[in-house]
């Protein structure tokens, strides 16, 4: 902990899986931030968290009733909730952390932006693959030339089923505000606009067919100082797909892997046999979603920008927005398969 502050007070809005498997742990191992709230509609979960834990922080079914008492909110509730949380929140000059997505539309999350510039105040979007080792790294080494020019990259991610909230948000389009694009692509889209900017092109598809989608891929086009090049994107609820983020340079081939604690892996492309592995070597690098909260805890008490503050969360909604805008239905032989067989 830094000598010269106390820790961050901190009220916990959200008492779901993710605050119990990641936020409150993180939050209770930094000595950066005190947890003095956790609140819920079903108090029934912030106090079971509470005995879980062995802390007795202030709980309650509502966030008006913490907000005195604390100097900021970490907000982890169902995605359609974001919005009004974190602008009551930042309305009374708090310093907020939205788990991701920062809203369901880019006309909401530009509002909490501007909110927290006239207050004068904190927000930061909870893209927590950004304080992975092997991506700050990445990025250092693409931004000094080192890498040479990209000329394309490849993301896949796929799981039959996955993360199931408490709540159930994810299963209605209203609440979630889109389907496996928002909740497991929008990490990477974070990432891809973190290292290579603004696509000038794109094209994707999915199976909405009205309601969340399932599956869907992208195609992305770049022309840009790092390169011209293109990317693809796969992701799915349904079929298990090798996790594989392989971004292609004029160098190499770089395999960032989706742990926290695995090192970049370069494969020199003129000697495909040789794999660098490659790490700053520190001991000490830590949990990524307490690298988290002490980048935000830091900027809260001292100003600055966090790592990935408001601006680049509302970014991505954008260009979520703009890929349903543009969506066409991806092919499903399968079901053709079926309607023949009918």
């Known amino acids: 902990?830094?000598?010269?502050?106390?820790?961050?007070?901190?009220?916990?809005?959200?008492?779901?899986?993710i605050t119990e498997s990641a936020h409150l742990p993180a939050a209770l191992a930094s000595a950066d931030v005190e947890v003095v709230a956790l609140v819920d509609p079903v108090v029934s979960r912030a106090h079971r968290l509470a005995t879980k834990y062995g802390i007795r922080p202030q709980i309650s079914p509502c966030i008006d009733d913490v907000?005195?008492?604390?100097?900021?909110?970490?907000?982890?509730?169902?995605?359609?909730?974001?919005?009004p949380l974190a602008k009551?929140?930042?309305?009374?000059?708090?310093?907020?952390?939205?788990?991701?997505?920062l809203a369901n539309s880019y006309a909401e999350a530009v509002e909490l932006c501007e909110?927290?510039?006239?207050?004068?105040?904190?927000?930061?979007?909870g893209f927590v693959s950004r304080y992975r080792e092997n991506l700050v790294l990445f990025k250092e080494l693409?931004?000094?030339?080192?890498?040479?020019?990209?000329?394309?990259?490849?993301?896949?991610?796929?799981?039959?089923?996955?993360?199931?909230?408490?709540?159930?948000?994810?299963?209605?389009?209203?609440?979630?505000g889109g389907g496996v694009l928002v909740v497991s692509?929008?990490?990477?889209?974070?990432?891809?606009?973190?290292?290579?900017?603004?696509?000038?092109?794109?094209?994707?598809?999915?199976?909405?067919?009205?309601?969340?989608?399932?599956?869907?891929?992208?195609?992305v086009f770049f022309s840009n100082s790092l390169g011209e090049f293109t990317g693809t994107i796969a992701l799915s609820k349904t079929t298990t797909l090798t996790k594989r983020q392989a971004i292609t340079t004029e160098q190499y081939e770089c395999h960032l892997p989706e742990d926290n604690d695995m090192p970049l892996e370069l494969h020199r492309r003129d000697l495909p046999h040789i794999?660098?592995?490659?790490?700053?070597?520190?001991?000490?690098?830590?949990?990524?979603?307490?690298?988290?909260?002490?980048?935000?805890a830091y900027a809260a008490q001292h100003g600055g920008r966090t790592k990935v503050d408001g601006r680049a969360g509302a970014l991505c909604v954008k260009l979520v927005e703009e890929f349903y805008a543009q969506?066409?239905?991806?092919?499903?032989?399968?079901?053709?398969?079926?309607?023949?067989?009918?």
């Open 88 to 101: 009551q929140a930042l309305s009374e000059r708090k310093a907020v952390l939205v788990e991701k997505p």
């Open 275 to 296: 794999v660098q592995k490659l790490s700053y070597g520190r001991q000490d690098w830590g949990d990524t979603f307490r690298l988290q909260l002490e980048d935000f």
């Open 1 to 17: 902990m830094r000598d010269d502050h106390r820790p961050l007070k901190l009220a916990v809005v959200g008492c779901g899986m």
């Open 142 to 176: 693409l931004d000094s030339g080192f890498l040479g020019q990209v000329c394309g990259f490849n993301y896949q991610f796929g799981t039959a089923g996955g993360w199931a909230p408490a709540s159930g948000y994810n299963l209605q389009r209203k609440q979630s």
């Open 115 to 125: 909110l927290a510039e006239r207050n004068e105040t904190v927000l930061a979007t």
């Open 185 to 219: 692509g929008t990490h990477f889209l974070d990432r891809m606009l973190y290292l290579f900017g603004w696509p000038n092109q794109f094209a994707y598809e999915d199976d909405s067919r009205g309601g969340i989608e399932a599956n869907c891929r992208a195609t």
């Open 327 to 342: 969506r066409v239905s991806m092919p499903e032989p399968w079901s053709l398969a079926m309607s023949r067989v009918d």
């Open 67 to 83: 907000l005195a008492g604390a100097d900021a909110a970490l907000i982890a509730t169902p995605n359609h909730t974001h919005f």
